[in-house]
């Protein structure tokens, strides 16, 4: 049972266009979202993350848009570099588990064009 | 990577082997996870740990254990390696504590590439 769904799994952008990257989940319990960046060889690393009591969040050139009532959220990359070029994955956990699990997506590999 | 070392960072062993890996932090969190990676399934929670001798399981444990000793290192041990065990496995560590929004933001070590032939 997938509890995240992420699209697309690869996206192919040119330079300066906008990347999207959507994220479904399931679980009402869920309220933190957070995305990470990873590139080859190396470990994911903390992007940007949301909570529910807020639409949007921007930070630099990316941007998340949450949609409660959707239950989906997404992932705006304004301005998209080569240096962007990596894969990103959603996550969504619920902070009454006091754990830190994250439960993530599947993953979508973005390559920006020159 | 945020005071995080794994090892091995590659191994090739064969199937019905022992496998421990290790990881290591600079950090004295609290909090450590270990999640596996493969293509199609993003990564997948297999064990994590809130303290010393505290451990609880993922959404992928079966055919793995853990152990900490020592708040600096977290064990990942595969009793008897299977070929739907080769993956790459990643350790984190996060710098929250319990009822801290900060547990939820985790840094990730470099990864161990296994291979079960």
């Known amino acids: 049972q997938q509890q995240v769904k992420q699209s697309p799994q690869s996206l192919i952008v040119q330079k300066g266009g906008i990347s999207i990257i959507n994220c479904a989940y399931e679980?009402?319990?869920?309220?933190?979202f957070p995305w990470y960046q990873q590139f080859p060889g190396k470990g994911p690393a903390l992007l940007i993350a949301?909570?529910?009591?807020?639409s949007e969040k921007k930070e630099g050139r990316f941007t998340i848009s949450f949609n409660k009532s959707a239950k989906q959220f997404s992932l705006h990359i304004m301005d998209s570099q080569p240096g962007d070029s990596a894969t990103y994955f959603c996550?969504?956990?619920?902070?009454?588990?006091?754990?830190?699990?994250?439960?993530f997506g599947q993953g979508t590999t973005l390559q920006v064009k020159p | 990577d945020a005071g995080i070392t794994q090892s091995p960072r590659h191994k090739v062993t064969e199937t019905g082997t022992p496998v421990t890996l290790r990881c290591h932090q600079t950090?004295?969190?609290?909090?450590m996870y270990w999640y596996r990676q493969d293509p199609g399934h993003g990564l997948r929670l297999i064990h994590y740990?809130?303290?010393?001798?505290?451990?609880d399981k993922g959404e992928v444990s079966d055919g793995y254990s853990v152990s900490r000793s020592k708040t600096e290192d977290f064990l990942l041990t595969l009793e008897s390696a299977t070929s739907s065990q080769t993956s790459v496995y990643f350790c984190?560590?996060?710098?929250?504590?319990?009822?801290?929004?900060?547990?939820?933001?985790?840094?990730f070590g470099p990864g161990t590439r296994l291979t079960v032939t």
């Open positions: 679980n009402t319990a869920f309220d933190y």
């Open positions: 740990s809130y303290g010393v001798k505290d451990t």
């Open positions: 950090e004295n969190h609290r909090y």
């Open positions: 996550a969504a956990s619920k902070s009454s588990s006091n754990t830190g699990k994250l439960i």
């Open positions: 949301i909570r529910p009591d807020v």
């Open positions: 984190a560590i996060s710098p929250g504590t319990s009822g801290s929004q900060h547990l939820y933001e985790q840094y």
